[in-house]
């Protein structure tokens, strides 16, 4: 039986080549500014997140993303300055455009619930390009906890640590640390 002449080889040929396509070289912050909306429960601003409103995040976003030289993203801030929506952000793209595994690290089990909860819930129920590839805890076999969202290529997993920090590792983007003091 020749390929060409398989029933629904046409729909393979089609899935094969969008495979093969790159992704688009997005940053962190403008996948930010068209998929992340900000949720009530997070944010006192609720909808869509504008990088244009915390202007000196964009810098460290843009250095998070894969097309980016740095190896190393370095931090140091005060507080409530918007860190922790940007590191938000970058969860979210990389499960969005660059899955793999990513270890979030809090002082203690109690603030990875926590965090996990009133930020990472919200993030991901209020993107549907996010809710769509993170199946809700409710699910049978989601993979899915407070503590772990499975996703297609990769998991977001908290544990605790005296240290704070984020993990992601991608085969194709090296091994990317990130420290939040």
Known sequence: MNFASFEGAEDIAVAWARGLAPDPAQTVAKWADRHRILSSRAASEAG?????????????MEAL????????V????????GATEAGNNWIGF???????????V????????????QRIEPLIEESPDLRALVLPARSRDAGNTVLAKRFPGGQLVYKASERQF??????????FR???R
């Open 48 to 60: 869509p997140y504008r990088t244009s409103r915390t202007p000196y995040l964009k810098a460290i």
């Open 65 to 72: 993303s894969p097309n980016n030289p740095a190896q190393r």
């Open 74 to 81: 370095v931090f140091m801030k005060s507080a409530q300055v």
């Open 94 to 104: 990389c499960i969005h455009r660059a899955p793999g595994p990513i270890l979030a």
């Open 106 to 117: 809090q002082p203690t089990t109690d603030l990875a619930k926590r965090l996990s909860q």
């Open 166 to 175: 984020l993990w992601s590792v991608d085969d194709n983007l090296g091994l």
């Open 178 to 180: 990130i420290c939040f």
